[in-house]
């Protein structure tokens, strides 16, 4: 078996969400999530970004700004949901905005079971040496 990326960091958060959602219970509102998960993981030592801005371009010109939610220890997003599942646009969401980040791993937790659901999502890299450069 591999090994994880990012894994003491991903394990962290998926380990303060639980608490969040164990305290707080299902179904609330995403931001209430939020506001909980930056407490609890600042409080495990933890740094976390909230709605920090990403510049995103296009053909070098400035299009518009990305906010991810959370941004922790300047390595994972990390997506609070209260959905009744992930679905393709949730990871896609998270592809783009791994893309536009330069980071490697996002982490959705979804706190709308008394379960807490989370998917990892990690962005394939460009310059991964096992593919090789068909344009050379």
Do not use: C
């Amino acid at each position: 078996m591999g090994k994880i990326l990012h894994e003491a960091v991903s394990r962290g958060v998926i380990g303060v969400a639980m608490d969040v959602l164990n305290e707080l219970k299902p179904g609330l509102d995403e931001k209430l999530y939020e506001r909980a998960l930056i407490i609890g993981l600042r409080r495990n030592g933890y740094s976390v970004d909230s709605q920090k801005i990403y510049p995103v371009f296009y053909r070098e010109e400035l299009i518009g700004e990305l906010v991810p939610d959370l941004i922790v220890e300047n390595k994972v997003i990390v997506d609070p949901k209260v959905v009744s599942t992930f679905n393709e646009t949730h990871v896609s969401q998270m592809v783009g905005y791994l893309a536009v980040t330069g980071l490697e791993l996002a982490v959705l937790l979804n706190f709308k079971n008394a379960k807490l659901e989370w998917k990892r999502v990690i962005r394939d890299s460009v310059d991964d040496p096992a593919v090789p450069d068909l344009h050379a």
